[in-house]
């Protein structure tokens, strides 16, 4: 009964390869959000969809891309992995906007590019 | 541009004593406060989101108080337990949108 859980909890990777994280959510919520939390713990966010539409897209490398099939789906992709892409990638979402209510977040993928 | 700082970084103190962990915010024009806590490994859990019309919110042993003026907003947890340990995160909207968060305090209670 995971609100939201996200796929795979560790992923190490080399430098170049095309990986992909999953998410899914069932809090009926109509926005979903991808972090990123780096190596001193700093959480920023990436992107955010609403109703499967883009709001926030930000100063994010075009190696990452979102998707997101349906409005409890939003999978991040990214093409030709560097070193600096290791960290730690939330998925959040949140009914409305999250300016406006509260946060849900997942346990977070690991991911090590080597 | 908003920014959220929290202080101390880190924080140790013994078993049953009462705590305040601090964040403040450049921007006083926003939405809401919330705060969160992310143990180990894990995700964050919101643990209070504080309206800007409201001063204070309480759940169990947590109290969280906002003072939109001023740019600050405090969390005190009383009767502190070992299982309170965790990095405690504050956060802001910069728009209806986008939410800043502080890098957290990180606290660690001495059985």
């Known amino acids: 009964d995971t609100a939201v859980s996200q796929t795979p909890k560790y992923l190490v990777t080399q430098m170049g390869n095309d990986k992909s994280i999953k998410c899914e959510q069932n809090l009926g919520h109509d926005t979903m959000y991808w972090y990123k939390q780096d190596s001193k713990k700093f959480l920023k966010i990436m992107f955010s969809?609403?109703?499967?539409?883009?709001?926030i897209n930000e100063t994010v490398p075009n190696r990452f891309s979102p998707k997101s099939p349906d409005k409890a789906h939003l999978n991040l992709h990214i093409n030709s992995l560097e070193l600096g892409d290791s960290a730690v990638y939330f998925c959040?979402?949140?009914?409305?906007?999250?300016?406006?209510?509260?946060?849900?977040f997942g346990n977070g993928t690991r991911l090590t590019v080597t | 541009k908003q920014e959220v700082t929290q202080i101390p970084a880190a924080l140790s103190v013994p078993e049953g004593e009462n705590l305040v962990l601090n964040c403040s915010f450049t921007d006083s024009a926003i939405y809401n406060l919330q705060w969160f806590r992310q143990d180990p490994g894990k995700g964050l859990t919101s643990l209070l989101l504080i309206q800007s019309s409201q001063r204070e919110q309480t759940s169990g042993r947590l109290n969280a108080s906002l003072d939109k003026s001023s740019g600050r907003s405090t969390l005190y947890i009383a009767a502190s337990q070992p299982g309170d340990s965790a990095t405690y995160l504050c956060?802001?909207?910069?728009?209806?949108?986008?939410?800043?968060f502080g890098k957290g305090t990180r606290l660690h209670i001495l059985p």
């Open positions: 956060a802001v909207p910069e728009s209806e949108t986008k939410i800043i």
């Open positions: 969809y609403n109703n499967k539409e883009l709001i």
């Open positions: 959040a979402s949140s009914q409305g906007t999250g300016g406006l209510s509260p946060l849900h």
